[in-house]
C-alpha cells in the first residue's frame, strides 16, 4: 500500500467516524421528537386509571416528564453517553436489561436469516446474472420479487401451517421447548451456545429446530433483494471490458463469471448488505411476533401493547443506533476493500 | 491458496454441524434437573406425577412479591409460592383455615387467628405470627401503585400478642376481613423480605407447596417444590413450568403440538369452538370451569336520556343475553342476570325475575307509560383491547337487537383502553362497557364498588336503600344476614338498571390427554392451584 493510499484511508476514516457523531445525534433527537408528539404523557397513557393522581403525578415527576422539553432532552442524549435509557414503566425492568436478556435471540435469528439469505440469494443471483433473460432468469426474478414483496408475517404463517401443523415436521414457535429452555442454564442468554456450553447436545437440535422456520422467513425477505442486487451488478461487470479481455484471453467462461465478474460484482453488494441491516432488524420485529421468539423485537410489541413509552423509546434508540454503526462499519469495510470509495 | 483455506473451514464447519445434529435426536428428553425436592420431608406427599406441569398462557406477570402486584396472573403465583391465614377451599364460597388453626371475631372490630405449629418458610425459617404482622406493615408502607394495599385499609393495625396469635384491630367494622384474608394481598412472607421495599421476584419465597427456581418474564417462569410444606394441599405434580405466549395462536398451536400441556388463559373464542371439535384428534381437550369474570353495560344516570329509568328498564327488556352468549362467544360465556355472578353466594337472576324473556312489545310499553319519545338515541361506548376480542361483535350485536326494536339509536364508540380509562369515570360518555374480576367470591365484590352512592364509576347513581343494605353487607358478620341484604340489594339493581350485566366468562383450559386435575381447579376462587394438576408423559 503506498503512503497516498494509505493517507486518503487514513482521511476517509477519520472523516467517516466524526461524520457518525452528528448522524447519531439527528437520529437520536427525531426518535425523542416523534415519542413527544403523541398526546398525552407516558405515565398517563400507560397507566392511567390504574392509579390515582396523585401517583400518577409521583410517577411522572419521578420519569421526569414534569420537566421542560429542553431539560428532558439534554437527560435523554446524557442518559445515551452514560448507557441509561431509563426503566420501564410497566414492570420496572432497566431498558439495557431487555437487551442483555432478549437480545441473544434477536442475534441468534438475525444472524441465521443472514446466513440462509447469503446461502439463497447470492447463489441465485450468480445463476439468474449468468442466464440473462432465458426462462431459468424470469423464473428467478419472479422469485426474488415475491420473497421480497411477501409480508414476513404471510410466510410465517404458511410455513406454521405447512411445515409445524400440516406436516408435523417442525415445532413453530419459541427458541425451544418449554422443558428444554428449563433445563439450559442461561450464561450468555443465547440458547444455542448456551445449550453448547451446557453440553447438551439434545437441547442444542431442539433449539436448531426451532430455528429453522423464522429464520427461513426472514431469511428468504432478504433473499430476494440479495439475488436482485447479485444479478444487476454480474451483468453489469460481465459488459466490462476487463472481463471482454478475459475472454479474448481464452479463460474459460466459469472461470471468466467467478473470478472476474462475480468477484468484482460483489464488491457494490456489501454496500447494500449494510443497508439491509433495518431492512433485517424491522423483520425480525414481525418474525419474532409470528413465532413467538422472545427477542427484541417481541418485547418492543409487548410494551407498545403496553403503551411503555419509555421502553418503546429506549429499544427504539438501541436499535437506531446499531444501524447507523453497522453502516458505519460497512463504509469502512468499503473503504478498505474498494478504493474508488475513499477518492 | 485462501480458496483451499475457505473450503477447508467451509468442510470443518459442516463436519461439525452433522456431528452436532447427529448427537442430537427427535426425542426431547423431560427436564429431570427441575431442582424440585421430591418427598425427602416426610410431610410432604410423593408427587404422582414426575413430570413437571408445562403450562402455557398469554397473561404477564409483573411481581410475585404481594406487596408489588394487583392483578391476578402475578396474584395466582402467589397463592402458589405463599401461604394466608385463611383460604377459599376448592369447590367452597367460605373462608376456611389455611396457615391458620382457627380465626375468629373478637369483636366488631377486632378478629384474632391463631397460626398452626410447624409452619416453615422454603428457607427452613419458621412461620409465626410476627411474619403476618410483618407482612401486613410492609404492604402498607410500601403502599405500592399497583394498590392490593388498598384492600386491608380497615386494618388500622396488627399485633403478634404470643408466637402463634395475631390480633387485627379494624378502624371500622368489616365483615369482609376473612376473605381479605384469602387474597394474595395478605400472602405471609418471611422476615428477610424488606420492611419497605420490594423482595426481587427471583429471589421470591415462602411458605406455599411451590418456590420460584427460575424467573423471566418474558419467556418463562420455573417452579419447583418446597421441601418444607406442610400444609393441607396434595402435590400431584413435581414443579411447574410457566410458559409465556404473546399471542392466542401461539398458545393454541403450542398446546396442539404438545409443547405445553395447559394452555390457560388465553384462547381466543375461535380456537376454543376449534379445539372442542377437533381438538380430541389432535390429543387436546378442553376443559370448562365456572368462572366469576363478569361484563357490564353502565348507563349514566346522571343525566338523559338513563336519568329516566323507564329507558334504562326498556333496555333491560330488549336485550337478549342467551344470543350473545351463543352468537357471538359461541358459548363460553354464560349469561347473566344479575350483579352477582352464579357460584357465589347471594346470586339471584333477579333481571331475569324483573323483566323474563327479551320482548320488545314490553319495552315499548314501559316507555309510552313513562311518556318517553322514540326513538331514544344515545352514545355507547366499548374499547377493543381490554377483554378479548369478541367485545366488538358483542356491541354490534347489543346495536342491532336495540335498533331492530325500534325504540333506540344507537351510535356505537370506541376507545383504546389507555384512553378509555382515563375518562369513563368523567361522565362523558351515554353508555360504556366494563369488566370485573373480583378479589375474592364475596358477593359483596359486586354490589360495593357499584351500587354505593360513593362509587367508583361516579355515573350518578344513588339510593339511600341500597346504601342501607351495603352498609350490612359490609359490616354485619351474621352471614345470613349478608347473604339477605345482598339478594335485596340484587333486586333493587333489576329494578333500576342502573347497570346491566351481560355475561360471566367460563374457565377455560385447553389440556393434552393424560393431564389430569384442570377441572377440579377451575372453581370460582379463580385461582389455579397448580399443585391439582398432574401429568403424564405421552
Known amino acids: 500500500m503506498s503512503t497516498r493510499t494509505a493517507g486518503s484511508l487514513r482521511t476517509y476514516l477519520i472523516t467517516r467516524v466524526v461524520l457518525f457523531v452528528p448522524q447519531v445525534l439527528v437520529i437520536l433527537t427525531i426518535v425523542f421528537v416523534l415519542m413527544r408528539v403523541a398526546p398525552g404523557d407516558p405515565v398517563t397513557v400507560a397507566l392511567g386509571g390504574q392509579r390515582s393522581p396523585e401517583q400518577l403525578a409521583q410517577l411522572r415527576a419521578a420519569a421526569g416528564y414534569d420537566r421542560s422539553i429542553f431539560v428532558q432532552y439534554w437527560e435523554y442524549i446524557s442518559g445515551i453517553v452514560r448507557f441509561d435509557l431509563g426503566t420501564t414503566i410497566v414492570d420496572s425492568r432497566p431498558v439495557t436489561q431487555i437487551f442483555k436478556v432478549n437480545g441473544g435471540a434477536t442475534l441468534t435469528l438475525t444472524s441465521s436469516a443472514l446466513v440462509i439469505a447469503l446461502l439463497i440469494g447470492v447463489p441465485l443471483g450468480l445463476i439468474a446474472g449468468r442466464v440473462r433473460d432465458t426462462g431459468l432468469d424470469a423464473g428467478l426474478r419472479v422469485f426474488g420479487i415475491l420473497t421480497y414483496a411477501a409480508p414476513v408475517f404471510f410466510l410465517g404463517l404458511i410455513f406454521q401451517l405447512v411445515f409445524a401443523r400440516n406436516l408435523g415436521w417442525l415445532p413453530s414457535s419459541s427458541q425451544a421447548s418449554p422443558l428444554v429452555l428449563a433445563r439450559v442454564p442461561s450464561e450468555t442468554n443465547i440458547f444455542l451456545v448456551d445449550a453448547l456450553l451446557a453440553g447438551d447436545s439434545a437441547a442444542f437440535w431442539n433449539g436448531v429446530q426451532h430455528l429453522i422456520l423464522p429464520a427461513l422467513t426472514l431469511g428468504l425477505l432478504l433473499s430476494g433483494v440479495f439475488m436482485r442486487i447479485v444479478r444487476i451488478n454480474l451483468i453489469q461487470t460481465l459488459r466490462s471490458d476487463y472481463v471482454e479481455a478475459a475472454r479474448a484471453r481464452g479463460v474459460s467462461e466459469g472461470n471468466v463469471v467467478i473470478r472476474h465478474a462475480f468477484r468484482n460484482a460483489l464488491v457494490p453488494f456489501v454496500t447494500i448488505l449494510g443497508l439491509q441491516v433495518a431492512l433485517l432488524l424491522g423483520g425480525a420485529i414481525l418474525t419474532e411476533q409470528t413465532f413467538n421468539w422472545n427477542g427484541i423485537g417481541s418485547q418492543l410489541v409487548r410494551y407498545l401493547d403496553s403503551r411503555d413509552y419509555v421502553a418503546v423509546q429506549g429499544i427504539i434508540t438501541l436499535v437506531a443506533l446499531a444501524v447507523v454503526t453497522a453502516s458505519l462499519l460497512i463504509d469502512i469495510i468499503n473503504a478498505i476493500i474498494d478504493p474508488r470509495v475513499r477518492y | ?477 351474621d352471614q345470613d344476614a349478608r347473604v339477605a341484604a345482598i339478594e335485596d340489594a340484587t333486586r333493587i339493581v333489576a329494578e333500576e338498571a342502573p347497570i346491566i350485566q351481560l355475561w360471566q366468562r367460563d374457565q377455560i383450559a385447553a389440556v393434552r390427554d393424560g393431564v389430569t386435575g384442570v377441572e377440579e381447579t377451575l372453581d370460582p376462587s379463580f385461582i389455579f392451584y397448580y399443585n391439582m394438576v398432574s401429568g403424564v408423559e405421552e
Open chain 2, 1 to 477: 491458496m485462501r480458496t483451499r483455506r475457505f473450503r477447508a473451514a467451509a468442510a470443518l464447519a459442516a463436519a461439525g454441524a452433522l456431528v452436532l445434529a447427529a448427537c442430537g435426536g427427535d426425542d426431547e428428553e423431560p427436564a429431570d434437573a427441575n431442582g424440585a425436592a421430591n418427598g425427602d420431608d416426610a410431610d410432604v406427599e410423593e408427587p404422582t406425577s414426575e413430570l413437571p406441569i408445562v403450562l402455557g398462557t398469554t397473561d404477564t406477570v409483573t411481581n410475585v412479591d404481594p406487596a408489588g402486584a394487583y392483578d391476578k396472573p402475578s396474584w395466582n403465583i402467589a397463592y402458589n409460592v405463599y401461604q394466608r391465614l385463611l383460604a377459599v377451599p376448592l369447590g367452597e364460597t367460605d373462608p376456611q383455615p389455611d396457615a391458620a388453626e382457627s380465626c375468629d371475631w373478637v369483636d366488631d372490630t377486632t378478629y384474632s387467628c391463631t397460626l398452626k405449629s410447624g409452619l416453615l418458610f422454603s428457607d427452613g425459617s419458621e412461620l409465626t405470627a410476627e411474619n403476618v404482622v410483618h407482612s401486613i406493615e410492609r404492604q402498607k408502607a410500601i403502599e405500592h401503585e399497583s394498590g392490593g394495599w388498598e384492600l386491608l385499609a380497615t386494618i388500622e393495625s396488627v399485633e403478634a400478642t404470643d408466637e402463634s396469635t395475631v390480633v387485627f384491630n379494624l378502624s371500622t367494622a368489616d365483615a369482609t376481613l376473612p376473605y381479605i384474608l384469602t387474597t394474595a394481598a395478605a400472602s405471609i412472607v418471611p422476615m428477610s423480605y424488606p420492611a419497605d421495599a420490594l423482595q426481587p421476584n427471583d429471589q421470591a419465597f415462602g411458605s406455599g407447596p411451590y418456590t420460584i427456581e427460575s424467573f423471566d418474564v418474558t419467556q418463562q417462569i420455573q417452579l419447583g417444590i418446597n421441601a418444607n410444606y406442610s400444609g393441607d394441599r396434595p402435590l400431584n405434580n413435581s414443579g411447574v413450568l410457566l410458559q409465556f405466549y404473546q399471542q392466542e395462536s401461539a398458545l393454541k398451536q403450542a398446546i396442539e403440538e404438545g409443547e405445553v400441556m395447559i394452555a390457560y388463559r388465553s384462547l381466543s373464542v375461535t380456537d376454543i369452538a376449534d379445539l372442542e371439535e377437533n381438538g380430541a384428534d389432535r390429543g387436546v381437550n378442553v376443559v370448562v370451569g365456572e368462572g366469576t369474570e363478569i361484563n357490564y353495560m353502565v348507563l349514566q344516570v346522571s343525566r338523559e336520556p338513563f336519568d329516566e329509568p323507564a329507558v334504562r328498564q326498556a333496555i333491560a327488556q330488549i336485550i337478549d343475553r342467551d344470543a350473545i352468549a351463543e352468537s357471538v362467544y359461541r358459548g363460553t360465556v354464560t349469561p347473566l342476570y344479575g350483579p352477582v355472578p352464579e357460584g357465589v353466594a347471594g346470586h339471584v337472576p333477579s333481571f331475569q325475575e324483573q323483566y323474563g324473556e327479551p320482548d320488545v312489545a314490553a319495552a315499548e310499553q314501559i316507555l309510552a307509560d313513562a311518556g318517553v319519545e322514540t326513538p331514544v338515541s344515545f352514545d355507547l361506548w366499548w374499547m377493543p383491547d381490554r377483554y378479548g376480542a369478541e367485545i366488538g361483535d358483542m356491541y354490534g350485536e347489543i346495536e342491532r337487537q336495540l335498533e331492530d326494536s325500534g325504540l333506540f339509536d344507537v351510535t356505537l364508540e370506541q376507545l383504546s383502553w389507555g384512553q378509555y380509562s382515563t375518562v369513563f369515570s368523567d361522565g362523558s360518555m351515554d353508555a360504556f362497557d366494563l369488566g370485573w374480576f373480583p378479589d375474592f367470591p364475596d358477593a359483596s365484590n359486586y354490589i360495593v364498588p357499584f351500587f354505593h352512592t360513593e362509587n367508583f364509576l361516579n355515573y350518578g347513581y344513588s339510593n339511600d336503600e341500597m346504601d342501607q343494605l351495603i352498609e350490612v353487607i359490609r359490616t354485619d358478620t
